[in-house]
Each structure stands twice: as C-alpha cells, then as structure tokens.
C-alpha cells in the first residue's frame, strides 16, 4: 500500500510507538490510522537501521535519544476502511494498493528510503505476492 498526502508526497504507512506499545501493536495502529488496514497474523520484520538525531530534545520523551531507528516490516490483511487520520498526524487523502514493483516505481525519488525497503523485502525470500 501506497499513500498519499494533499500535497501528492507518497509514502509508506508507519510511524512512531507510544509509550508501552509494543512494536507489533505500533504497525497495526498505524496501519488502521494512515491506510485503513487490519492486520491478519503477524509481522514479517524484514530490515532495521538506526541513526542519531539531529534534534536537541526527544521527539518523544519515551524514545530513546538521541539515538533513533527505523524497523520494516510486511504484514498480510485487508483494507477495511478509509484512513482514520487522527488529529495531530498526516492526514492521508488516497491509500494504494499496488504490486510491489510498482510501489517502487512510485517511491523511487521520494528520498526517504522506501523503494530501498521495497527491494530488499522482495529480494530477503518472502513472497511478494499476498
């Protein structure tokens, strides 16, 4: 799934766990929130990499700092409604559901990684058809 803001950018749904939540919880929430996605079984963790901020404080007082990291992850389920946009997070105006190359096709010049992600998940052995 692809999404999109008003402005056109383009990303993959994810984003940041709240405090206690685990990182499984974290993806279905976010899911649900920016695609109107329900998870059905569990996440395919398929790449990781971390960095260090270059903000003063914590984006979060919760995560660690100044330290951060990023977790990918693919996960089988349905659509099941629109986005639930919450107050205070992008607010998704379209949810895509593409083949994986053409996701790819479709984030390559978005900068932030996630044509990278997508070929790894499609070269690291799982299916890329669900």
């Known amino acids: 799934m692809v999404c999109r803001l008003a402005d056109g950018t383009a990303f993959l749904p994810g984003g940041t766990r709240e405090e206690g939540e685990s990182v499984d919880e974290c993806m ?21 990499h971390s960095g260090v901020s270059y903000h003063r404080v914590p984006y979060r007082p919760h995560a660690p700092f100044p330290l951060k990291a990023w977790l990918w992850g693919a996960v089988e389920g349905e659509l099941a409604g ?33 044509a990278q992600a997508l070929r790894h998940w499609m070269i690291s052995g799982a299916p890329v058809e669900f």
Do not use: C, I
Not at 28 to 48: D, I, N, Q, T
Not at 92 to 109: C, F, G, I
């Open 28 to 48: 279905s929430r976010e899911l649900v929130e920016e695609a109107g996605f329900l998870m059905k079984g569990r996440p395919h963790w398929f790449a990781a």
């Open 82 to 114: 629109p986005p639930t946009n919450p107050a205070g997070a992008e607010q998704v105006t379209s949810v895509s559901v593409l083949r994986p190359q053409d996701a790819v096709a479709l984030l390559e010049n978005e900068g932030r990684g996630y």
